[in-house]
T-cell receptor, first 113, second 115 residues
Framework: GQQVMQIPQYQHVQEGEDFTTYCNSS?????IQWYKQRPGGHPVFLIQ?????EVKKQKRLTFQFGEAKKNSSLHITATQTTDVGTYFC?????????????FGSGTQLTVLP | EPEVTQTPSHQVTQMGQEVILRCVPI?????FYWYRQILGQKVEFLVS????????KSEIFDDQFSVERPDGSNFTLKIRSTKLEDSAMYFC?????????????FGDGTRLSIL
């Protein structure tokens, strides 16, 4: 089936270090969304990227969508302990009239003070 | 800020029993979704619902599953005869429209434990 792969699965960083998580899709995506899930919480929408090569920033977070619309990344500059959680990408895959949001496996970020 | 609310927060059910998970989407939202997340794993799409009918469903959403919007506010997921592997967190989500930059808002989830 259509897959959205995400790496790494886990990342431990020292507070102040940067962090990046990557997503790759086996098929072209209509858009890609990023979510953050705190331990025991629900996914919270962060952003949606639609255009090829799009780059969006939210304070210390930078989101990129690849030129081929098959990959994406989330980069956090100078991590803080409040960044702890699992970051999921979710790609909207269109197949004929069907559209389905497929989540990546997530990257669990731990920030050590 | 309006929220998606889900009840109960935790449901424990014997295998083979029916279970109904309830969701109240945000009031002016038109698109509704169910997802599940097995402990420690990724979020998996189950079904989307618009205009009182299913618009998409995944392979997971087999004949044991059904959804309903019985009135103007509730959106329910029914599992007819639960199996051990149905144990998971079930999230309901809603969004205002299908347009770009319209986020899905997730509820806090119902943890379903099948014994």
């Amino acid at each position: 089936g259509q897959q959205v792969m995400q790496i790494p699965q886990y990342q431990h960083v020292q507070e102040g270090e940067d962090f990046t998580t990557y997503c790759n899709s086996s098929t072209t995506l209509s858009n890609i969304q990023w979510y953050k899930q705190r331990p025991g919480g629900h996914p919270v929408f962060l952003i949606q990227l639609v255009k090829s090569g799009e780059v969006k920033k939210q304070k210390r977070l930078t989101f990129q969508f690849g030129e081929a619309k098959k990959n994406s990344s989330l980069h956090i500059t100078a991590t803080q302990t409040t960044d702890v959680g699992t970051y999921f990408c979710a790609g909207l895959i269109s197949s004929g009239s069907a559209r389905q949001l497929t989540f990546g496996s997530g990257t669990q970020l731990t920030v050590l003070p | 800020e309006p929220e998606v609310t889900q009840t109960p927060s935790h449901q424990v059910t014997q295998m083979g029993q029916e279970v109904i998970l309830r969701c109240v989407p945000i009031s002016n939202h038109l698109y509704f979704y169910w997802y599940r997340q097995i402990l420690g794993q990724k979020v998996e799409f189950l079904v989307s619902f618009y205009n009182n009918e299913i618009s998409e469903k995944s392979e997971i959403f087999d004949d044991q599953f059904s959804v309903e919007r019985p009135d103007g506010s509730n959106f329910t997921l029914k599992i007819r005869s639960t199996k051990l592997e149905d144990s998971a967190m079930y999230f309901c989500a809603s969004r205002f429209s299908d347009g770009p930059n319209q986020p899905q808002h997730f509820g806090d989830g119902t943890r379903l434990s099948i014994l």
